[in-house]
């Protein structure tokens, strides 16, 4: 132990929207606390993320099964409940603050893990610059997590290749399909994305052109702003050319204006703080309908994207275990404040490994496609936005089927007996 | 041969929408065709269905490569391309029917094989009539296919079992999403399944009971006529007790007047003879959003359901194989005019074979789903309907994977050189 005084058990915890393989980071944190154990103590779980942290919801993972564990290497969603739930700022709400170190010394936390994304890191931070501020010597490292793919300074983020096998998987597969009806029914296809302001996820079209070299594409990435007349003309020159148009969108798409392209959504009377995405594709289909007069189609899979464990990428999974392990081995090492992020070591053959960087270097920043990933006034993937794609999709590690179905258990954990007072929050 | 005068080349041809394994059957009308070569001559394929006929777009499949017929196997799409376009009425447009007559003569057509629904079995029946009254003796069989298992006196379409694996796949993978997020994020989601005017597809959902057996289930399918004020109970009464709610809906889901739920489709201004629907989901999730003041989310699958290769059930392969061979099977028995149509043989286990009905019995008919597969108001699944569906999603068949993306490669088939003159179509 680095410090005598050091508490020295572990917990983990999930926040943000999920990923087909955020398990995996689980199951290599708990590994790798397992194989530490000269230094760890016990690892509980929070359920729901911080808000777990602030309930006392929490599992004691030390005993837990084996094949718990090689079943959370398969188990899409949040195993451990991941929250849309962050704290408040510091001087709003000290007694978060305050109750977040009760629970900390309460259960002898030295460890904090939080497997999230940028907003998740921010959390991250907040809570072990306060631990330490009262004297609590907490190492916090972040498990890094999104099928956004915007985590700064990562080559990639863990969860992002799975999302683009499932989409590039979906989107071949529907290209050959509208290719062998276009003559007398759909001549417009668009699938929506998931990624918000970023396109990385829409990215995930290009692959199309591994299978279907001369697919007429058009990309609407978040990132490049949506001109109408712009985007009629490729329509037209693609359908003129090639008899059919196959686009996809990123939900974030934007007006020159800097306005969603997105109406319905915005429009929704729920209470929340921030704009819900997601119709973009509905809007795409029918502009492209009005001006083709011809039938188009509009897939969104949505959540379909993030938990598709019957479609994972081998890399992208073994990078998601690998975040988990690397994360465990820099707070072995000390590194308060870090958050391991993917390093690309190779190019031929693509290799990678982690390297940590400090939370505040990448929390909430967003990393968005670099122009040279794209191409024809920014419809187009270009050859270097292909070359990224192609190595983070390689490999399968799907869930096994039985009886026709995936093999997917639900989890539910057994929480510890609560300790402390009951927790009210008060906003 | 049954007559000696009779052609004996064989025509095959696919219409109306694709599903995940039409060209299994494609391959088996092949294959059977080449094992029994003592009766036919050589085989053709129309490209783009029975706009193929008339525009002479054929290809000659008698030197097949065995490779070819292997890759058909896997296929999504429609290989031969599938045309969403009928003949028109006999005596408004006898000129297309001449047109098919003489098409059928100059290549010695004695058998046609058309691989489509419901309404390409009207097609087919139409052609061989008026083959047969003008003196052309052809054996027309249909070959059954639907991702919306509406084929009357079918146990089950060929399709339909792929579509419903693809579907109660991604609908069990977002359920335990949801499951692990809804404290702080999304409590009610919904996935909208096509079918038009039958509800099978949405039934998929069901599925979910295998994996998650208190799932907060609530379906919409399109045979129980909407009502807003049972909805809004039962959703709130499965969000009260779970915390959440996953829902499938229909697209084709009327209200209690008939009319669609289905604003946006509608109001599409292309040029159809039918309402294009999608799009339902959203309205679902936005009165669920009104009227719990949360967040909701919407997925639409759409083409990804009739396309996913990658996701296919070995039974519904199986049958989709079988359908084709059945059919030609039929056609050496001389039983013109017919339909092979899946019939169950045993419950435990499972066991299904071929019987032929007449094509005039199902053309046109519209097979919708029990009530005795529904309950809760029809809201919800039964037991018989699960009973129904899980033996036809069991296995799997999928497409294999190469360098991390489906192993799939566009087929592109050389027409024969045309021997008529040019087809101008009068309307």
Chains 1, 2 share one sequence.
């Not at 187009?380 to 390689?394: E, K, N, R």
């Not at 039985?402 to 929050?425: D, H, S």
Request: charged fraction near 20%; charge should be negative; aromatic fraction near 8%.
């Amino acid at each position: 132990m680095s410090q005598a005084a050091q508490a020295n058990n572990v917990l983990y915890a999930q926040a943000g929207g999920v990923t087909a393989v955020i398990n995996a980071s689980a199951a290599a944190v708990i590994e790798t606390v397992q194989q530490n154990s000269h230094v760890f103590g016990k690892i509980y779980a929070a359920i729901n993320g911080i808000k777990g942290v602030l309930e006392e919801d929490l599992v004691d993972l030390s005993e837990i099964d084996n094949a718990l564990i090689e079943q959370l290497k398969y188990q899409p969603g949040a195993a451990f409940k991941a929250c849309r739930f962050d704290l408040d700022p510091l001087e709003h709400n000290p007694a978060q603050y305050e109750r977040v170190l009760a629970v900390f010394k309460a259960y002898q936390i030295g460890y904090f893990f939080y497997n999230g994304g940028n907003g998740s890191m921010v959390t991250a931070q907040k809570v072990s610059d306060y631990c330490r501020a009262r004297g609590h010597q907490v190492i916090c490292v972040g498990v890094a997590k999104t099928i956004d793919n915007d985590i700064a300074l990562s080559h990639c983020s863990p969860g992002f290749g799975s999302a683009v096998k499932y989409l590039a998987t979906s989107f071949i597969e529907a290209t050959i399909d509208i290719r062998s009806m276009h003559e007398t029914s759909t001549k417009f296809f668009v699938m929506e994305a998931m990624g918000r302001n970023a396109g990385w996820l829409s990215l995930a079209a290009g692959l199309v052109k591994q299978i279907v070299p001369d697919a007429p594409l058009l990309l609407l990435p978040a990132e490049t702003p949506f001109n109408r007349d712009a985007f009629l003309q490729r329509l037209s020159d693609l359908v003129e050319q090639y008899g059919y148009c196959v686009c996809m969108v990123s939900e974030g798409l934007q007006n020159e204006n800097g306005d969603y392209l997105n109406i319905t959504a915005i429009e929704h009377t729920v209470e929340q703080d921030y704009t819900q995405l997601g119709g973009v594709g509905e809007i795409i289909a029918k502009i492209a309908a009005d001006h083709l007069n011809c039938k188009t189609h509009c897939a969104i899979p949505d959540y379909l994207q993030r938990s598709a464990s019957h479609c994972v990428s081998q890399t992208d999974w073994e990078m998601a275990y690998g975040a988990g392990k690397a994360s465990v081995m820099a707070a072995l090492r000390g590194e308060h404040g870090t958050l391991p992020v993917v390093i690309k070591t190779s190019d031929t053959p693509f290799a990678w490994d982690f390297q940590t960087v400090n939370l505040q270097e990448v929390a909430n920043l967003e990393l968005r496609v670099p122009d040279e990933f794209i191409c024809c006034n920014g419809m187009d993937i270009s050859q270097a936005g292909i070359d990224y794609l192609l190595p983070l999709v390689q490999g399968e590690r799907s869930s096994p089927f039985v009886n026709g179905l995936p093999a997917i258990t639900p989890i539910n954990f057994q929480l510890t007996e609560r300790v402390l007072p009951k927790y009210i929050a008060f906003k």
